[in-house]
C-alpha cells in the first residue's frame, strides 16, 4: 500500500489520576489508506475515543499525556506539530463529528453562523460568501435552506447531527473521523443518517474512521475494521475477511455475543469477565484471564499482531497458528 | 381473557403542555399471560416507557383499566381504581427494572443497604438473621459475589449496578415486571450476560415480563410476542418470529429494515423513512403514521386505522395491513 493517510506507530497515551496511570492506549499500531473508511470497534473504555482525540491532538493535558508514538498524516509526524500549524490542520485536513450532537452545537448561535465559523478559519473568504457556503452545506446535508438561521434546540436529534456533519465536511477534509455519530439517535434516524454519510464520502471521496461499538454499522459501510480491546488493536483486517472468518478470541467472543435476528438461542454465548481495569491491566495479553485457551505464555509475553492471510493481523499466535494449518477456532 | 395474568383496556395517559394535550398513550388494549414476555418497541418518545410506568402505577393513567390477576386466581383488580392500601399490596407483585443503572440507584447507599430497603419498607423479617440469609440468597441469585455487600454503587461497573436492579425488584417475590430498556445503557458483552440471567430468572419463578427496548435483535431475543408502539398507540402486536418474518404494518417494515445487520451480503431492500416522529401534541384524527407512510392514501389521512386480527393472533392497525396479506 503505498498510498497511506494516516500511519500511526506504537502510539501510547496514559491519563495520569490519583489512583494512578491509565493506560488508555498502548502501543497501537494502526495504518489507513486513501479513500478507505476503517471501522474502529471495542467497547466503553478500550481506548477508541482516546486514540481520535490523539489524532487530533486534542487530549487534555493535564492529566492526560501522548507518551510515545508517531502519527504519520501524509507523511508527516503531527506530534511534531506546533500549535500554530494543528490549528490549520483541524477542521480543514482532519475533521472530527462527535458523539452527542446536543452538546456539540453552540445553543446560542444560530447554525448557519457555526457552519461559516469553520469556513472563516480556514478560507479566505468574506463573510456574506462564508454564510452562502453555509447554506449550500445545510442543503447538501438535507436541511432546507430556510432553516439556516434556526438555533440548535430548534432542530431535532437527526437533523442536529446533519448539521454537525456539515461542519464537519465544510473545509473538504482529507480525514473524517466520526465518534459514534448514530449512537444518539433512534433506528429510522440512524439509517437516515448512515445513508448520507455513505454518500457524502463517495462526493467528498475523504478517508473516515468510523467508532463504533455496532457491529452492524460497520457491515454497512466500512471497508476494513480495526477491533480495539484494552488500549491496543488485536485484530485488524478488511471487513469480508473478519466478518467471514475472525480470529482473535476477543473478536469471536464479541460477534457471538450478539443476539441474531434470523436465529433462535436458547442462551447468548458470553465472554466471562469484565474488560481489565486499564489502571491495572494483566501482564502479557491483556485478554488472557478471559480468555478460554489461554496458556502459560499469554501471561508473560505481549502478543505481537501476526498476518494470517494477506490483509488480516490478529494478535494471538495461537488463533492464527491454527487458522494458518486450517484447524477450526 | 381467562389465561390472562394483565389486561390493558382502553388504556390513555395524556400530560397536560402549555401547547396542549401530549398523547404519549392513546387507547391501547393488550393481554399478556403468566410467564410470557411482551416486548414492546418503537423509538424515543413514543410513550413505551410511560406505557411500562402506567402499568405498575408509577403514573396515574387518564382513563382505562390495568386488571391484574388477584392472587387467588379469581377475578382481577384493576390497579388504576386501587386504594393508597390496596396499592401497598399490589406493589409487592408488581416490579420494575429501570434503564440507567448509574442513576437509579441511591449513591449513598451500599450494596446491603440497597437490596435490603424493599424488605425492610415492607417489614418482611423481624429477625436480622432471616433477612441476612434473603439478601445473602438474592445477591447469590443475580450473580453478585459476597464480598461486594458493603460497596457502593460507583465503586461498580454498569452490569453489577443493573444487577443491584434486578436483585431489588426481586426481594419482593413479584410476579410481574417491567424491565425498562434494562440493557441499553451497557455493553454487548455485558447485555448478554444480563439478558441469560432475566431469561434464567424467568424459567425458574414463571415472572411475567414487559421488555421495554428499541433494540429489536435484543427484543426479539427475549420475546414471546411484540408489540410494535408509535406516538402512544400500538400499531402491530405479534409472535415474535412471525413480526419479523412478515411485518404487516408499514411502521414495522421500515423499522426492520433500518436494523444495521453484523453481516455481509443481506439483501434487502432499506426503507428509509422521510422526515422525524411528529408531535404527539394534539395528534390528528387519522393515522398517524401516514405522514412518513410511503402507501399513504386520502383514507391513511382522515380516518384512524383500529388495531385489528389480520392473521391469528397476528395484529395490526393499517387500513391495508389484510391487502397487504393476499400479495
New interface residues.
Given amino acids: 500500500m503505498n498510498d497511506t493517510m494516516l500511519d500511526i506507530k506504537d502510539l501510547t497515551i496514559h491519563y495520569e489520576v490519583e489512583s494512578g496511570t491509565v493506560h488508555a492506549v498502548e502501543g497501537l499500531n494502526l495504518t489507513l489508506g486513501r479513500g478507505e473508511s476503517l471501522g474502529f470497534v471495542g467497547e466503553t473504555g478500550a481506548g477508541k475515543t482516546t486514540t481520535a482525540l490523539g489524532i487530533m491532538r486534542l487530549i487534555p493535558n493535564p492529566p492526560g499525556k501522548i507518551k510515545s508514538g508517531e502519527i504519520i498524516f501524509n507523511g508527516e509526524n503531527l506530534l511534531d506539530k506546533s500549535e500554530a500549524e494543528m490549528r490549520k490542520i483541524r477542521g480543514e485536513k482532519i475533521a472530527m463529528i462527535f458523539q452527542d450532537p446536543m452538546t456539540s452545537l453552540n445553543p446560542v448561535m444560530t447554525v448557519d453562523k457555526q457552519i461559516a465559523e469553520m469556513i472563516s478559519l480556514h478560507k479566505n473568504v468574506s463573510h456574506s460568501e462564508a454564510l452562502k457556503l453555509a447554506g449550500d452545506m445545510l442543503e447538501l446535508v438535507g436541511i432546507r435552506r430556510e432553516r439556516m438561521h434556526d438555533y440548535p434546540h430548534q432542530f431535532s436529534g437527526g437533523m442536529k447531527q446533519r448539521v454537525v456533519i456539515a461542519i464537519a465536511l465544510a473545509c473538504d477534509p482529507e480525514l473524517l473521523i466520526a465518534d459514534e455519530p448514530t449512537t444518539a439517535l433512534d433506528v429510522t434516524i440512524q439509517a437516515q443518517v448512515l445513508e448520507l454519510m455513505k454518500e457524502l464520502k463517495q462526493k467528498f471521496s475523504a478517508s473516515m474512521i468510523l467508532i463504533t461499538h455496532d457491529l452492524g454499522i460497520v457491515a454497512d459501510i466500512c471497508d476494513k475494521v480495526a477491533i480495539m480491546y484494552a488500549g491496543r488493536v488485536v485484530e485488524y483486517a478488511d471487513k469480508r475477511s473478519l466478518y467471514e472468518h475472525p480470529i482473535h478470541p476477543y473478536t469471536r467472543g464479541l460477534f457471538r455475543s450478539v443476539p441474531d435476528i434470523d436465529e433462535d438461542v436458547d442462551e447468548l454465548p458470553v465472554i466471562p469477565g469484565l474488560m481489565p481495569d486499564p489502571v491495572n491491566l494483566p501482564s502479557g495479553c491483556a485478554f488472557h484471564p478471559r480468555c478460554s485457551m489461554a496458556a502459560e505464555e499469554c501471561r508473560t509475553s505481549r502478543p505481537e499482531m501476526q498476518e494470517a492471510e494477506k490483509g488480516h493481523f490478529a494478535a494471538c499466535p495461537f488463533c492464527v497458528k491454527k487458522f494458518m494449518n486450517g484447524e477450526a477456532l | 381473557m381467562s389465561d390472562e395474568y394483565i389486561r390493558v383496556e382502553n388504556l390513555k395517559k395524556y400530560f397536560a403542555t402549555k401547547r396542549g394535550m401530549l398523547h404519549a398513550v392513546d387507547d391501547v388494549s393488550f393481554g399478556i399471560k403468566r410467564g410470557e414476555t411482551l416486548g414492546l418497541v418503537g423509538?424515543?418518545g413514543c410513550g413505551k416507557s410511560t406505557l411500562g410506568r402506567c402499568l405498575i402505577r408509577l403514573l396515574d393513567s387518564t382513563s382505562g383499566k390495568v386488571l391484574l390477576r388477584n392472587d387467588d386466581g379469581n377475578g382481577y383488580t384493576d390497579i388504576t381504581k386501587a386504594s393508597p392500601k390496596e396499592m401497598k399490596a399490589l406493589r409487592k407483585r408488581v416490579q420494575i427494572v429501570f434503564q440507567d443503572p448509574y442513576s437509579c440507584l441511591n449513591p449513598r447507599l451500599s450494596v446491603w443497604e440497597l437490596i435490603a430497603e424493599p424488605l425492610i419498607v415492607n417489614n418482611i423479617y423481624s429477625s436480622k438473621n432471616e433477612m441476612r440469609k434473603r439478601i445473602r440468597s438474592l445477591m447469590d441469585t443475580v450473580g453478585l459475589a459476597e464480598r461486594l455487600e458493603n460497596s457502593y454503587p460507583h465503586e461498580l461497573?454498569g452490569?453489577r449496578r443493573q444487577r443491584i436492579g434486578i436483585a431489588r425488584s426481586l426481594a419482593l417475590n413479584p410476579e410481574f415486571i417491567v424491565l425498562d430498556e434494562p440493557v441499553s445503557a451497557l455493553?454487548?458483552?455485558?447485555?448478554?450476560?444480563i439478558?441469560?440471567l432475566l431469561?434464567?430468572l424467568q424459567k425458574e419463578y414463571k415472572y411475567t415480563y414487559v421488555f421495554i427496548s428499541?433494540n429489536?435483535?435484543?427484543v426479539?431475543?427475549v420475546s414471546d410476542r411484540i408489540a410494535v408502539m408509535y406516538l402512544g398507540q400500538i400499531v402491530e402486536l405479534s409472535e415474535y418470529?412471525e413480526l419479523?418474518d412478515k411485518p404487516l404494518h408499514p411502521y414495522t417494515q421500515?423499522?426492520l429494515?433500518?436494523?444495521?445487520?453484523?453481516?455481509?451480503d443481506v439483501k434487502r431492500e432499506?426503507i428509509?423513512?422521510e422526515g422525524?416522529?411528529p408531535s404527539p401534541i394534539e395528534p390528528p384524527n387519522a393515522c398517524r403514521f401516514a405522514g412518513r407512510c410511503r402507501y399513504a392514501t386520502d383514507k391513511c389521512r382522515s380516518v384512524p386505522p383500529a388495531l385489528t386480527e389480520v392473521l391469528t393472533g397476528h395484529y395490526a392497525a393499517c387500513h391495508y395491513a389484510k391487502e397487504n396479506v393476499k400479495q
Fill in positions: 423509538e424515543s461497573d452490569g455493553d454487548v458483552c455485558i447485555q448478554a450476560q439478558l441469560n431469561n434464567a428499541h429489536l435483535s435484543v426479539r431475543h418470529k419479523f421500515a423499522l429494515s433500518a436494523i444495521p445487520l453484523a453481516k455481509l432499506r428509509i423513512l422525524d416522529v
